[in-house]
């Protein structure tokens, strides 16, 4: 009896020691995708008044918002000089209160927002964009960029021929820009690994100018604003929890993945982000040693508790969720306990992870017993879907690369098919396209790695964002030079 009651109490310690500051995701709603042609939204809009969600910063004067207009619709989005064409559009229907306390530690009502739900529309594209738009009524939205919301009223319909005119082409800034998030190597010296270390590398191009590259340590993810994840550690005598957070580099908040419901110890290991969705491979145990990383899961990047999983369906709809099971159980076909296998089927156990130069997708099977070193694994092969991440082309396709590179294990190609990083065992090469798609004949930049180091991150900037992000990633790393 004692001893049990021992640990009852070292299990409530736990808790206690590891929930103190915690802050789980803040979207608690549906996540629609909109159909096609039907955003639910007027195309015109004009300016009404902006709100700063940190309060420590001042708004600049009205006179620089005042002429401010906005356009929506499928193929083009028009914010103030922001114009992005194909855009990807995800949306959630949100308490608002709720969503703007956990997300801003803002009141809405002191923006001016009233309603109790409000459907919140993430728009992104390939070129690094991300914003995120409130639709308030059918009159008014407010757009959120960099902490301030920027609120318009719906506009009178005007001429195609003005409409033309108001997203004409313009001469912008050439030249690219990756985020590139890697994965370490764990360190299996001692009686408990060490964590994956976390960094993002910066490599930016102006055309055929000179190539540059960063450093941060952690991830840097480009959302409506930026973000820094990282993984910490925390333990007592009994067990050792690795946690996600998410830390909101505008507001300071920093969102983090609940703790094991049981005393056991949890191994993180991050296998993809994006502005929409994060995948882990994790490791459950009663004990602290080293062992086989059992469950797979996805969850929204928003919702980091983990009892918030994705499921395929989420994803893919009823055809992935098809897809899912009949390669589940094609995989446990003729096996020993298949039937015991096929009745712990769960969708929610898949990641995404780099394949042959683009992103796929792996789940498992994980045999009924808890914590149970036993699974079964299989690859998908599912139709790509927007809001899953941004960009996934790749500049010659991947049969050519690693013809012309043999040791290649991976590689990632901006949007406009000029520049394309390749991937080895112990370096990125940096190579320039030619107008037809080929590698130059030799890497122009050659960036050694950390031991065997993974992508888990491209996020790519285009145009005038490319100066955007780099003015955060100064501020945040160093520059590496070869």
């Not at 840097?220 to 925390?234: A, C, G, K, Q, V």
């Not at 994006?274 to 490791?283: E, G, M, N, V």
């Amino acid at each position: 009896m004692k001893n049990k009651l021992k640990v009852i109490t070292i299990f409530f310690l736990m808790i206690f020691a590891l929930t103190s500051c915690t802050m789980t995701g803040p979207d608690s709603g549906d996540i629609m995708a909109p159909q096609p042609g039907d955003l639910n939204l007027s195309r015109f809009w004009k300016y009404e008044s902006a709100y700063s969600l940190n309060t420590r910063e001042k708004l600049m004067a009205d006179e620089y918002y005042r002429n401010l207009t906005a356009y929506i619709d499928r193929n083009t989005v028009q914010i103030g000089g922001d114009r992005i064409k194909n855009p990807s559009f995800r949306v959630i229907r949100v308490k608002t209160y709720d969503y703007f306390l956990s997300r801003y530690r803002a009141v809405p009502e002191d923006a001016g927002i009233d309603s109790e739900y409000t459907d919140v529309y993430s728009i992104t594209d390939a070129g690094g964009y991300s914003s995120r738009l409130f639709r308030l009524s059918d009159d008014r939205i407010a757009v959120e960029r960099n902490n301030i919301l920027l609120f318009f009223t719906k506009a009178e319909e005007t001429a195609e021929e003005t409409v033309s005119e108001t997203v004409t082409e313009e001469e912008e800034p050439s030249g690219n820009g990756v985020l590139l998030g890697l994965r370490g190597e764990r360190d299996l010296s001692g009686a408990v690994t060490g964590p994956a270390p976390l960094r993002t590398l910066w490599i930016r191009t102006d055309g055929d100018g000179e190539i540059r590259v960063f450093e941060v340590e952690n991830i840097l993810l480009p959302r409506d604003t930026f973000y820094l994840l990282s993984i910490t550690r925390e333990e007592n005598i009994d067990v050792l929890v690795e946690t996600i957070n998410l830390q909101n580099l505008s507001s300071g908040e920093t969102a983090r993945e609940g703790i094991p419901k049981k005393l056991v110890s949890r191994f993180t290991d991050i296998t993809f982000i994006s502005d929409s969705y994060i995948s882990t491979s994790q490791r459950l145990a009663r004990m602290k040693s080293p062992g086989l990383f059992q469950y797979f899961s996805t969850r929204n990047t928003d919702r980091l508790a983990q009892d918030e999983l994705s499921a395929v369906g989420d994803l893919f709809g009823s055809e992935g969720s098809e897809i899912f099971r009949q390669n589940a159980e094609a995989s446990v076909t003729g096996f020993d306990y298949a039937s015991d296998y096929l009745g712990a089927i769960d969708e929610s156990a898949f990641i995404i992870v780099r394949q042959n130069g683009h992103w796929g997708y792996r789940g498992r099977i994980n045999y009924p017993q808890e914590y149970s070193d036993q699974f079964v694994e299989f690859s998908m092969t599912l139709k790509q879907s927007p809001g899953v991440f941004r960009y996934d082309g790749l500049t010659p396709q991947w049969p050519v690369i690693k013809e012309e590179v043999p040791e290649a294990s991976d590689a990632v190609s901006s949007p406009d098919g000029n520049l394309t990083i390749v991937k080895t065992q112990d370096n990125l090469q940096i190579y320039r396209t030619d107008s037809m798609g080929n590698l130059s004949p030799e890497p122009q930049l050659t960036i050694p790695l950390r031991g065997s180091e993974t992508i888990i991150m491209n996020e790519w900037s285009g145009k005038s964002y490319v100066e955007e992000w780099e003015s955060t990633v100064k501020k945040l790393g160093r520059e590496i030079k070869e």
